[in-house]
C-alpha cells in the first residue's frame, strides 16, 4: 500500500436527491473514486447511508434550512 498526498482543497457545490450541499473537499490524485464524501460532511448536512439500497439519503429539512 502506497502513500496518498492531498496537497489542496476546493470548495464543491454537488447536488445529492435535489438538494445542493456545499463543502470543502480535499483534492487527491488517483483514487478509485472521482469524489468521496467525508464524515464531516455527512455530518454537517446530515446524509445518512442506505447500506440495503446502496443510496445516500438527506434530511430535506436541510433544504428548507438553506432557503429561510
Known sequence: MGRLR???TAVLHVRI???RLSDNFVVVRRLADQMSIGA???QKWRVTLDVENEELRIDRRVGRM???
Do not use: D, F, Q
Open 6 to 8: 492531498a496537497t489542496e
Open 66 to 68: 438553506l432557503l429561510a
Open 40 to 42: 464531516n460532511t455527512m
Open 17 to 19: 436527491r435535489g438538494i
